[in-house]
Nanobody
C-alpha cells in the first residue's frame, strides 16, 4: 500500500523555524515528483512547494525566500524547511506524490481529496504572534 507519513509539525512563535519530513513507501519514489500543500480552516488547499526527482523546485510566492524543499531519494523522504514563519503560515500541511509532475496551485475539493496525487494525512503547523 502507498503511505506518506509526515512528521516535524508543531507550534512555534512568529519568526521561528520548523522542518517537516515526509517518508514514502509503496511506490517507486524516484519516479514521482513530491510536493507540499497546506490548508487552514475555511481556506482552500494551496500548493506550497514541489520538487522533481532531480531537484528542480517550485515555491509559492507567499513562501519564496523563506521555505526550502529538498529530497533524499535514498531515504524515500522529502523535506520542507520553513524559516521566518508567520501566523499566516498556520495550516495543516500535506505531503503529496505526483506521478506526472503537473501541479494545481489550488485544489478546490480540498487537500487529500484529489485522486491525481497520493496524499499524506497532514500535519498541523501553528505559528503564534
Amino acid at each position: 500500500e502507498v503511505q506518506l507519513v509526515e512528521s516535524g509539525g508543531g507550534s512555534v512563535q512568529a519568526g521561528g523555524s520548523l522542518r517537516l519530513s515526509c517518508t514514502a513507501s509503496g511506490f517507486t519514489f524516484d519516479d514521482f515528483a513530491m510536493g507540499w500543500y497546506r490548508q487552514a480552516p475555511g481556506n482552500e488547499c494551496e500548493l506550497v512547494s514541489h520538487i522533481t526527482s532531480d531537484g528542480s523546485s517550485y515555491y509559492a510566492d507567499t513562501v519564496k525566500g523563506r521555505f526550502t524543499v529538498s529530497r533524499d531519494n535514498a531515504k524515500n523522504t522529502v523535506y520542507l524547511q520553513m524559516n521566518s514563519l508567520k501566523p499566516q503560515d498556520t495550516a495543516v500541511y500535506y505531503c503529496t506524490a505526483n506521478p506526472r509532475g503537473l501541479w494545481s496551485v489550488v485544489i478546490g475539493r480540498g487537500c487529500g481529496n484529489y485522486g491525481g496525487y497520493y496524499w499524506g494525512k497532514g500535519i498541523l503547523v501553528t505559528i503564534s504572534s
